[in-house]
C-alpha cells in the first residue's frame, strides 16, 4: 500500500448523479439505480416481501426478449458471450445493455418495450478479448437531464436521452465519443473494447478497458506494443471532453515508474480494469480494480513489480489524481485480475469504526484496507513464494497475504487436497499430478506445465461479492479448481513475445473427475467486524449424482463449479443463480445460516446478476438469461 502525500487528506464535495437511494426509494418503491444497487457494489436491496414466507409463490411474471434475438437471425460470423447485463431500475423504468451493443428501456411493471438504441457495435468486427460481451450501463439525472451511458464494445462511449433513446448531441459528435482517441498513443479498435458499466461520480464519468492481455498459440501480434495501454480515463458529462487520464502504466517521473524495468513501459499493454469499479461519492473517490499486464504468464519482458497492474487504485474522480494503491500481486504470472468492483463497507472493528472496502480476488483472498487511507485494516504480510526457472524471467520473491479474512477457497495443490474417494483413485491423482510443476501456491507457468491452484477462473471472479449493511456480513461466492499453465517458445520472425501461454487445461483426475476432493464451489460468510467466518457450504449439489452413479457412497451436495452469477441479498434472503441438476435454479438461502429456502425453476439458464426492486408496492427479481439468438430478461414477482 502507498498513500500519495497531499492527496490523502483530500475530501470532495460533489454533487450526486441522482437523488440518494432514500429520497429515490419508499415503502411503495425501490430503484436499483447503479449496477450492483448503489456506488459501493453491496447488491443489497432492504426489501423482504420475497421472504421465507412467500418465496414458494414466486414465479416469472413477464419475460423481455433482446433485440440480440432478431438481429442475429439467420447471420453467421457472430458468437456472442452469454447475456450477462444488469438492468437499472428508474422510476418505472429499467434500463439495459445487450452483447451486440443494444441499449433499451422497459416498463419495469409490463415488460413493454418503451425504446431500443443499436449502437451498431457490430460495424467493427469480432470485439476483443472474449467477443460480443456486456455488463450494464450507467445513469445520470440532474434537473430535468436524465441520460442513459454505454461503454460500447467497439470503443465509443454513448450518451442517450433516458426518455426517448436518442442520442445527446450535445455530447462529443451526435451523441458519442471515440474511445480510441486520447491514450497517449495509436491504438487498434479491434483490440479495445468496453463490456463494464461506466461509473459516474458527481459530473465524470469513469471507464476502463477489456484489452486482450494474452498472446496465444494460434493469435499472435507482431510487436508488444500491439497491446493498447488499460489506462483509467474520465470524461465530463455533458460534453463527452476528456477531462484527465490516470496512466496505469506509469510514464516517467510518475508513481510506480520504476517498477518497469529495461523501460518495458513503453511497449507493455493491457494492465487494465475490465471489470466493475466502485465509488464513494462523499469522498469524491472512485476505487479502481486493474488486472494483469500484457504477456500475462510470461514476464520477462516487462520485469519489476509492474504497478499498477493487479492492482487497488484509488483515485480522486475530480482530476483522476492518485489517492493511493494497494498491489495484490507483484508482477502477475498467472492472470490473477481483480475480478469484480471492490465492495464499499462500513465496519466496526474492535470498537472502532471504519470507512472500509473489501476487495475480492482469483488468489481467493480478501483484502480488507481503509478507503480512505488505503492501510490494511489487518495485517497483510510479505510472504516468500516459489521462483520461476523460465528465461530472463524473474518472479516476485515475495507476494502479500492477508492475515484476515483467511482465504475463502484453496490455494496450492497438495496431496492432501486430492481425490480420495477411493484408494485406487487417489493413487491416480497422484500419479496425474506427478507429471508437472507444483511447488504450491504462487507456482510460477512452465514449459513443463506447472499446477495453478486457484484457477484465473476461480476463487472469485466476475461474480465479486455482496455486502449487508445491517449485519456486516460479506457473502462470497467461489470456484475450486486447479489447472495447468504452459508455456511455449515462439519464432522470433513472428512475434516479439518470447514465450506465449498455450492455453489452459483444466486437470481432471480418474473417471473424468475433478482432481481436487469436493467441494468444487463454495458458498463462504464473512462476519467483517471480526474476519471470522459465520458459515461455508458447498455451492449446489454439482456432480453428486454422477459420483453415487460410480458406486461411491452419496458425498452429499459438492458444489456445482461453474455457471453461477452474482449473488442478490435482501432483508432476510441470498439469492443466486446456477445451473445444477440439469436445470436452470434460482436459489433463496437463509443469509444467517446458508441454508436452502427454496429454489425455483427457471425456463432458461440466468447468466447476469440478479436485482430486485420494488414499483407500487410490489417487488420485483429480474436476471438476464441465455444468450446468442435466445437472450431474455426475466422478471419474477409474487402473484
Known amino acids: 500500500m502507498r498513500n500519495i502525500p497531499g492527496l490523502i487528506l483530500f475530501v470532495a464535495l460533489v454533487t450526486l448523479t441522482q437523488p440518494s437511494r432514500s429520497e429515490v426509494s ?50 453467421t460470423g457472430y458468437a456472442p458471450q452469454p447475456f450477462k447485463s444488469t438492468p437499472l431500475k428508474i422510476g418505472r423504468t429499467l434500463y439495459i445493455s445487450t452483447p451486440m451493443g443494444f441499449v433499451a428501456a422497459i416498463d419495469a411493471v409490463t415488460g413493454v418495450q418503451k425504446w431500443v438504441f443499436d449502437t451498431k457495435t457490430y460495424q467493427h468486427g469480432r470485439p476483443a478479448n472474449m467477443g460480443f460481451n456486456h455488463r450494464g450501463v450507467g445513469y445520470f439525472e440532474r434537473g430535468n437531464k436524465r441520460r442513459v451511458l454505454m461503454g460500447t464494445n467497439n470503443a465509443f462511449l454513448w450518451s442517450l436521452d433516458a426518455d426517448t433513446g436518442l ?10 465519443v471515440d474511445l480510441t482517441v486520447g491514450l497517449g498513443r495509436p491504438v487498434d479498435r479491434s483490440k479495445y473494447s468496453n463490456t463494464a458499466a461506466v461509473t459516474i461520480v458527481g459530473d465524470i464519468v469513469v471507464l476502463g478497458s477489456v484489452i486482450s492481455d494474452m498472446p496465444l498459440v494460434g493469435w499472435l501480434t507482431k510487436k508488444q506494443i500491439d497491446m493498447p495501454p488499460g489506462h483509467i480515463r474520465g470524461f465530463d458529462i455533458h460534453s463527452g471532453e476528456q477531462k484527465w487520464i490516470f496512466h496505469s502504466i506509469p510514464q516517467p517521473g510518475e508513481v510506480g515508474h520504476d517498477t518497469w524495468e529495461n ?39 516487462r520485469l519489476g513489480d509492474n504497478l499498477f497492474g493487479n492492482s487497488i487504485v484509488c483515485l480522486n474522480a475530480k482530476n483522476g489524481e492518485l489517492v493511493w494503491y494497494f498491489q495484490t500481486v507483484h508482477h502477475d504470472l498467472w492472470d490473477y485480475d481483480l475480478p469484480a468492483a471492490p465492495n464499499l463497507v462500513d465496519i466496526t472493528v474492535d470498537g472502532k469504526q471504519i470507512k472500509a472496502l473489501a476487495q475480492v480476488s482469483k488468489q481467493a483472498f480478501v483484502y480488507v484496507l481503509d478507503r480512505v487511507t488505503g ?4 495485517p497483510i504480510e510479505e510472504r516468500p513464494v516459489p521462483q520461476s526457472d523460465m528465461p530472463g524471467e524473474r518472479a516476485a520473491a515475495t ?48 514449459i513443463r506445465g506447472s499446477i495453478a491452484v486457484p484457477m484465473d477462473p476461480g476463487g472469485a471472479e466476475w461474480s465479486g461479492a455482496a455486502f449487508d449493511p445491517d449485519t456486516s456480513m460479506f457473502y462470497i461466492p467461489s470456484i475450486t479448481g486447479a489447472i495447468t499453465i504452459t508455456l511455449y517458445e515462439t519464432d522470433p520472425e513472428e512475434t516479439e513475445f518470447r514465450y506465449i501461454r ?12 475433478p482432481l481436487l476432493k469436493p467441494p468444487y464451489s463454495r458458498l463462504s460468510a464473512i462476519n467483517l467486524n471480526t474476519g471470522d467466518y459465520e458459515w461455508v457450504i458447498p455451492n449446489g449439489n454439482g456432480i453428486r449424482q454422477r459420483i453415487i452413479d460410480l458406486g461411491i457412497p452419496d458425498p452429499g451436495p459438492v458444489g456445482a463449479p461453474f455457471g453461477h452469477t452474482p449473488p442478490l441479498l435482501t432483508k432476510s434472503l441470498l439469492f443466486v443463480a446456477q445451473f445444477d441438476d440439469g436445470k436452470a435454479l434460482l436459489r433463496a438461502r437463509d443469509k444467517a445460516t446458508g441454508a436452502l429456502v427454496h429454489e425455483i425453476e427457471l425456463p432458461i439458464r440466468a447468466t447476469g446478476a440478479p436485482m430486485t426492486y420494488m414499483v407500487n408496492g410490489r417487488q420485483y427479481i429480474a436476471v438476464a438469461a441465455g444468450g446468442r439468438k435466445d437472450a431474455r430478461l426475466l422478471t419474477l414477482a409474487l402473484p
Not at 414465479?59 to 432478431?70: A, F, I, L, M, Y
Not at 473517490?285 to 500484457?294: A, I, L, M
Not at 490455494?411 to 492432501?416: F, I, M, P, V, W
Open 263 to 301: 523501460q518495458s513501459w513503453k511497449v507493455t499493454g493491457s494492465t487494465n480494469a475490465w471489470t466493475l469499479m466502485s465509488a464513494d461519492h462523499e469522498l469524491g473517490y472512485v476505487y479502481v480494480p486493474f488486472g494483469v499486464s500484457s504477456n500475462d504468464w510470461y514476464g520477462g519482458q
Open 375 to 378: 492501510e490494511p485494516v489487518w
Open 502 to 513: 498455450g492455453g489452459n487445461r483444466f486437470l481432471r483426475g480418474p473417471k473424468r473427475l
Open 26 to 75: 419508499s415503502g411503495e418503491n425501490f430503484d436499483w439505480p447503479y449496477y450492483a444497487s448503489d456506488p459501493g457494489s453491496s447488491k443489497y436491496a432492504p426489501l423482504d416481501q420475497i421472504n421465507k414466507n412467500t418465496i414458494k409463490d414466486l414465479q416469472v411474471t413477464w419475460t423481455w426478449k433482446s433485440p440480440d434475438n432478431e438481429f442475429l437471425g439467420n447471420k
Open 167 to 176: 442520442p445527446d448531441k450535445t455530447f462529443g459528435a451526435n451523441g458519442k
Open 399 to 446: 507476494q502479500p497475504f492477508p492475515t484476515k479474512p483467511a482465504a475463502f477457497d484453496v490455494q496450492g495443490l497438495s496431496t492432501d487436497d486430492l481425490i480420495d474417494f477411493t484408494p485406487e483413485m487417489r493413487a491416480e491423482a497422484i500419479e496425474s499430478l506427478s507429471k508437472y510443476r507444483n511447488d504450491g501456491f504462487f507456482t510460477p507457468p512452465s
